[in-house]
Structures are given as C-alpha cells and as structure tokens.
C-alpha cells in the first residue's frame, strides 16, 4: 500500500518550480506528473511533469500531427511519460543499464520486451480531481456560479442517459454516472473529439499507458496508485468512490476483464488505488482563492516536461503549438512541439533505428543522421532570454555510437514505419494493441463503445513531412 507520497509530490512541485513557468497572476492552470517508485529503496523518479487545461477545437485540427488536440495536464504528462520511456529504450540500446527498465527473457533465453522492474511502481500524480466521470460529484460541490447558471438554463426537466454509441458533451447530464465525456467541460465552448482524462485513464488501466507505438517495445506500464491533490477531508471519501467508478469500476463487468486476458500480451484490467495529498499546488484555483486572489479563468499555455535530458528539456504550448513559432514554419523538425503526434512518430523511428543497431552493431547515430533535433532558430522564433529557456532541448537526441551485441530479438510483433508508411498505418499494424482496443471501444461490445476517436483523417501523414 503506497498511501502518503508527500516528498514525491514535493519534488514534483520543486521541479516546476525550477522551470520558472508562471501562469498570468489571475489565471489558475492544473498539473500532472508521472514518477517511479522502487518500493525496495523508496527512490522516486519524477519522469514528466505538465501542466493545462485547454483542446483544440475539430476545426482546427493540424493535418501533419504537428500540434496536440489534447493539452490537458494529464494528457501532456503521459506524453511526456511515455517519451521518457521510449529514450529509456535507447539508452538501454547504448548500454547503459536502466534501474526501471528490464528486458525479459523467456524459457529459451530470448530477449522479449522492456518492462518495468519487478520492485518499480508507476503512479501519477494530478493536483485535482480528473475531469469527467471521476469529478462529477466534486464539480457539484463546488460549481462556480457562472457555470451553474449556464446549465440550470439548459436543463431538461428529465435526465436521460445518452444513447449507446454517443458520448455525452462536457458536463451535460453531469446527474448521470458511469458515462463517457468529450472535452470542453463548458456547454459554450467549441467542440472537440477529445474524450474526458478520466475516460483516457480509464482505457490506459486497459491499454497501459505507452500507446500503440510504445507498445512495439514495451509491455504493457500500467498505473499503481492514482494521486489526487486539492480535495478536502470531508469529500475524500465521496471522491474516492467516484474515481474507482470512473477510472476502472465501469470497465470491471461482465466478462470484459477476462476477454483482455484472452488476447496476447500481458494485458489485463487493472485498478490502481486511490489516494490523496494535502500538499498544495501553488497556481492551482483552489489554492490561488485560498490566498484571496482575484481568479479570471484557466491559462491558455501548457507546459511540458521530461526527465533526463541535459540541461532543460521542456516547453510552453499554446494552442497545441510551441509557444513563439510562426505558422509558417510550424512544421519545421526544429519547431514542433516534442510531444505532438509527429515528434513521437519520429521517435519511434529512432527507437526501432537503436534497438535494430544493438543488434547488428551498427552504430546508432548513424542511423539517425537524419533526426532533428529541436533547438530555437534565430529565423523562427522569439530568440529573447526568456523564449530560449522555453526551446531547450537534449543533447541525447544525438546519441554516441553503440557497441555490437550478439543477441537476438525475437518476440517483438513485426512493425514496419519506412518513409511511405503513414502514423494511422504504422498503429494499426500493431495488432495486438489494436485486438485489444477494439476489444475496449469496438462498435459491437466493448465496453466504452461511445469512445469518440480522431481517426484517419488527421493521422494520414508519413515520418517526414
């Protein structure tokens, strides 16, 4: 049981911090981390830390994946997770030894996916209650009068669920539990196809958190322990009810839990705990009204963050952009955002370059030539001391040569991302993933069948753009 995790919520509070990002003084913004705990030594590592509260309207999705749909906190910050662990693999591929990461072997001493180590839990952090299902009763308790008068005159004098098939719009029906969500929570903002954070947490204690390319290399990384910040003593237990309803309670029917430890893999429904900090989050709402500030609304800019990088390794979005790039040169290597579709597409690229050079014994950096990495040009962007911070990246991204290894890879699913190879493409073919997704959100019985998705139309681009 991992009930008090105080000192890791203040070192994730130190390293935003240390970042010197501030909201403007009347806006309040939400963060999000994910860190490992090595449960035998109780060393924490912080390995993304992010914060937000805004999506991208359908109308202005990016046709190339250059800019994120998604930059609420949790959103960012497991995109920051899952990059960390995807150059944690290329690290390993360069032979230095992970303390979070193993490879495992099977019967006959092949070499099998990374997995996080036996002794090495994998907790997020959010400094208040997940929006969707898991807040309902919470958002209640403390609706802001501007919102409650925004709903009361919209109100149906009965409340319906929503039909099979439909997700419900923001807070509508905010009476009814159990339901899928889209973003915006506000009824006078514009639509989205982005599914409520606790929806996604929801589908990563399925999926895991690493996503369909992750999943080429790693096993499924699931959640132990959901940490929730801001919630009062007296509202514990009613919040605690609702995110084990919303983050894995309405997954747990039926047979859906063993359907997924049918399939391949080492899937399986997982329910992390639910606990809670009393540490508080400096430009959080609750905190900012505590203190008698005149709170406005949410910041627009997200911040994004990942650990072990040299020197800063993080950056300010707006808009699902970098923050201080012309449109003109938004899809530029060097100006896109490191966490957006693209980027990670890109990464991928290099993390199958790596772990095939460990094999062969090809050095690494030559097979990543190519690779651009992401420093703020003079013709691109504000260049003032302030905007350089905000593009600092790592000097990792161009790794050192790799010795030879004579070991062989044999049980990784067949993944092919050459230069004609699409994102939309290049996911679908990882078909355990998808068996399994399907399983969750399919149009026939999966549980979450109302699940909104973005689809091909806006994943259609290639590696290099």
């Given amino acids: 049981m991992f009930l008090n995790h105080d000192e890791a919520i203040e070192q994730i509070l130190a390293t935003y911090s240390s970042l010197k990002f501030s909201p403007p003084p009347s806006q309040w913004t939400i963060l999000a981390s994910f860190f490992l705990k090595n449960t035998s030594t109780d060393v924490v590592k912080v390995i993304s830390v992010a914060t937000g509260t805004k999506c991208l309207p359908t109308s202005r999705y990016p046709m190339q994946g250059e800019a994120l749909h998604d930059s609420h906190a949790e959103v960012l910050a497991r995109r920051g997770a899952v990059r960390w662990f995807m ?20 019967e006959d001493g092949r070499r099998q996916k990374y997995a996080l180590r036996e002794d090495v839990k994998l907790i997020l952090y959010v400094s208040t209650v997940p929006c969707g299902d898991a807040s309902t009763r919470y958002l209640a308790a403390f609706q802001d009068p501007e919102m409650a008068a925004l709903k009361d005159s919209s109100r149906p004098a009965t409340v319906e669920a929503p039909d099979v098939g439909l997700a419900t719009r923001g807070r509508d029906n905010y009476l009814l539990y159990g339901v899928l969500r889209t973003k915006p929570g506000r009824a006078d903002s514009p639509p989205t196809l982005c599914m409520s954070c606790s929806d996604k947490i929801a589908a ?3 999926l895991g958190i690493q996503g369909a390319l992750g999943s080429s290399f790693l096993e499924p990384l699931y959640l132990n322990e959901v940490v929730i910040g801001e919630v009062p003593e007296q509202m514990r237990g009613v919040v605690k009810e609702d995110c084990e309803r919303a983050l894995w309670g309405r997954l747990d029917v039926g047979d859906f839990g063993s359907r997924v430890e049918s399939l391949p893999g080492k899937y399986a429904l997982h329910k992390p705990l639910i606990s809670f900090t009393s540490v508080p989050f400096i430009h959080s709402r609750a905190t900012m009204v505590e203190a008698g500030a005149i709170v406005s609304g949410s910041c627009n800019d997200s911040l994004c963050w990942f650990a072990d990088a040299s020197g800063l390794a993080f950056e300010v979005l707006i808009n699902g952009y970098r923050r201080g790039v012309s ?34 014994g090809t050095p690494v950096d030559s097979c990543e030539r190519t690779v651009r990495t992401a420093y703020a040009p003079e013709d691109v962007v504000d260049t003032s001391l302030a905007n350089q911070a905000i593009f600092a990246v790592p000097s990792s991204s161009m790794p050192p040569s790799v010795a030879a290894d004579s070991e062989t890879e044999t049980s990784r699913e ?17 078909l355990e993933y998808q068996s399994l997704k399907d399983l969750l959100i399919g149009a026939n019985s999966g549980p979450f069948v109302g699940w909104v998705k973005s689809g091909e139309k806006w994943e259609t681009f290639p590696s290099q753009c």
């Avoid at 100006?335 to 460990?358: D, E």
């Avoid at 092919?416 to 679908?428: I, N, R, W």
């Fill in 327 to 360: 449109p003109k040169h938004r899809l530029r290597d060097k100006s896109l955002p490191l966490l957006c579709k693209l980027s990670m597409f890109k990464l991928f690229n290099r993390v199958q370059s790596a772990t095939a050079s460990h094999v062969a």
């Fill in 414 to 430: 067949p993944v092919t991302s050459e230069s004609g190879s699409t994102y939309f493409e290049t996911k679908q073919s990882i």
């Fill in 87 to 106: 150059e944690e693999v290329i690290r390993s591929a360069r032979g230095v030894e992970s303390q979070w990461l193993a490879r495992r072997e099977d």
């Fill in 204 to 206: 990563w204690n399925v």
